[in-house]
């Protein structure tokens, strides 16, 4: 099973400024790699699929870089609505697998 | 608009069953792989199994393989997952969701249900 970690677990930022968040996998999963995110209480959401491309109706200050075991989700210039949790999730092998999340919050 | 509504999710005691249901509109159901993921309260996101547009290929996390079932009524445009032998450890919200992409298993999720509620508890 190929394990997904994210880091930081937590990140405390400012409305405005940019997130950078983590995603390294225990083997090479080429750029078959996803990102969501799901606000509190809701469900969640597809953001960048194939490790690069924007999912549909995704703003343009999400974007997502990387390949083989290591993955980043940029968001430039944060809005409040994008202060959630963000999990990666692999598809290159059987189990797919997530991240453990990490929760974006307002510093 | 894609809808997708589950439904089925309830109270159950370990070694009982459930049939979850995931209701769909507003696209070619016939046409996308579907999944099943679940999250446990205050935890992150599983994948439990996923099928093929015709129903043909399916797919099972270790956890729950030989234990629950997935199908698909492409005439009733619902996906369902028949879970056995239910285990504490199965708690969860389990969620439905669509492939992305037609005609395809891609094995990503967009978009996904509202989720139903299975508490598995003696």
């Known amino acids: 099973e190929i394990v997904l970690t994210q880091s930081p677990a937590t990140l405390s930022l400012s409305p405005g400024e940019r997130a950078t968040l983590s995603c390294r996998a225990s083997?090479?999963?080429?750029?078959?790699l996803a990102w969501y995110q799901q606000r509190p209480g809701q469900v969640p959401r597809l953001l960048i699929f194939?490790?690069?491309n924007t999912a549909t109706g995704i703003p343009a200050r999400f974007s997502g870089s990387g390949s083989g075991t290591d993955f980043t989700l940029t968001i430039n210039s944060l809005e409040p609505e994008d202060f959630a949790v963000y999990y990666c999730q692999q598809r290159s092998n059987w189990p797919i697998t997530f991240g453990q999340g990490t929760r974006l919050e307002i510093k | 608009e894609v809808q997708l509504l589950e439904s089925g999710g309830g109270l159950v005691h370990p070694g009982g069953s459930l049939r979850l249901s995931c209701a769909a509109s507003g696209f070619t159901f016939a046409t996308y792989a579907m999944s099943w993921v679940r999250q446990a309260p205050g935890k992150g996101l599983e994948w439990v199994s996923g099928i093929n547009n015709s129903g043909g290929s399916t797919y099972y996390a270790d956890s729950v393989k030989g234990r629950f079932t997935i199908s698909r009524d492409n005439s009733k445009n619902t996906l369902y997952l028949q879970m056995n032998s239910l285990r504490v450890e199965d708690t969860a919200v389990y969620y439905c969701a669509k492939d992305p992409f037609p005609a395809a298993v891609t094995n990503y999720f967009d978009p996904w249900g509202q989720g139903t509620l299975v508490t598995v508890s003696s």
């Open positions: 194939d490790a690069t």
């Open positions: 083997q090479s999963v080429s750029s078959f």
